[in-house]
């Protein structure tokens, strides 16, 4: 039975996240994305737990009330913090020093990236879905041939700041049609909506962008056991970048490319995406 519980980390910070799995399994942190929440993985979580392991998906700095730093100081939500964060809920959720698996999407996969760049004797393996390695995703951006310019205009506008209330206004239209409107459930997309459906919890989301402009992370070749997942009709993210992370990756690599399926993997095929997910916990056990 997943249970949702506040995580309180060394840094002051609570975050609401759904735990399930026995006690003292391997763990898996799942990190989610934007415009997400932690609901993202609510498919992968009892399949995780029916095989042993203890999983934990937080909603992230900003989308969690009692993580929500004042974003007005885009200093509170550096990437540097993002990393700390998924090393510090890890402790709080009894793993401190431990190994374990992470799994993220979308921004949660750039701040995967970052924790595997940063912290590699950590993890044991590396899931990673939509999200390029960012200097696959760089090199793309700045391809004056490509596409990907085109594809991530919509980062420029979450720079203006009264793109918050654009995306809430009428409803949140903008939400649910330009964002969400990519294949996402309509009940999938009322669960991320009351996680990140207010004005504050929107305007720390943003933060991220604001404050790590361009996503161009210094991150070096990963020494991690990997499995990269993307979908072929990703809106945001093109062939480009993410065939081309393979060549950041020194460890282990495995990319699996789903047909037809959009940018939220997890509310489009959950069912191949964690079936991909959990054979690669299997084969690179803690």
């Given at each position: 039975m997943i249970e949702t519980a506040g995580i309180k980390t060394r840094s002051g910070l609570t975050f609401t996240a759904d735990v399930v799995g026995p006690i003292g399994g391997p763990l898996v942190l799942l990190l989610h994305g934007f415009p997400e929440s932690r609901h993202s993985w609510r498919a992968a979580l009892p399949v995780l737990a029916d095989a042993g392991y203890r999983a934990v998906a937080p909603d992230q700095r900003g989308y969690s009330?009692?993580?929500?730093?004042?974003?007005?100081?885009?200093?509170?939500?550096?990437?540097?913090k993002l990393i700390a964060d998924a090393i510090e809920i890890a402790a709080a959720a009894g793993y401190d020093g431990k190994r374990f698996h992470l799994v993220g999407h979308d921004w949660g996969g750039q701040v995967s990236?970052?924790?595997?760049?940063?912290?590699p004797e950590r993890l044991a393996s590396l899931t990673i879905l939509s999200r390029p390695h960012p200097k696959s995703f760089r090199r793309a951006l700045l391809n004056e041939a490509g596409d990907q310019k085109h594809r991530s205009?919509?980062?420029?506008?979450?720079?203006?700041?009264?793109?918050g209330k654009l995306l809430l206004k009428d409803n949140a239209r903008r939400l649910r049609d330009g964002l969400f409107g990519?294949?996402?459930?309509?009940?999938?997309?009322?669960?991320?909506?009351?996680?990140?459906?207010?004005?504050?919890?929107?305007?720390?989301?943003?933060?991220?962008?604001?404050?790590?402009?361009?996503?161009?992370?210094?991150?070096?070749?990963?020494?991690?056991?990997t499995l990269y997942i993307w979908g072929d009709a990703d809106a945001t993210v093109g062939p480009d970048a993410a065939h081309g992370?393979?060549?950041?990756?020194?460890?282990?690599?495995?990319?699996?490319?789903?047909?037809?399926?959009?940018?939220?993997?997890?509310?489009?095929?959950?069912?191949?995406?964690?079936?991909?997910?959990?054979?690669?916990?299997?084969?690179?056990?803690?």
């Open positions: 009330p009692g993580a929500r730093p004042d974003p007005a100081d885009l200093s509170n939500y550096a990437f540097e990236w970052g924790v595997a760049g940063v912290h205009r919509h980062h420029r506008a979450f720079l203006e700041p009264e793109t990519q294949g996402v459930p309509a009940a999938a997309l009322e669960e991320h909506l009351s996680v990140l459906g207010s004005p504050d919890a929107l305007e720390a989301a943003l933060a991220w962008y604001r404050s790590n402009k361009g996503l161009a992370a210094d991150i070096g070749t990963i020494k991690v056991p992370t393979a060549e950041f990756v020194g460890a282990a690599y495995a990319m699996e490319v789903l047909p037809g399926v959009g940018h939220f993997v997890m509310d489009q095929a959950s069912a191949r995406a964690t079936e991909l997910l959990l054979a690669h916990l299997q084969k690179h056990p803690v």
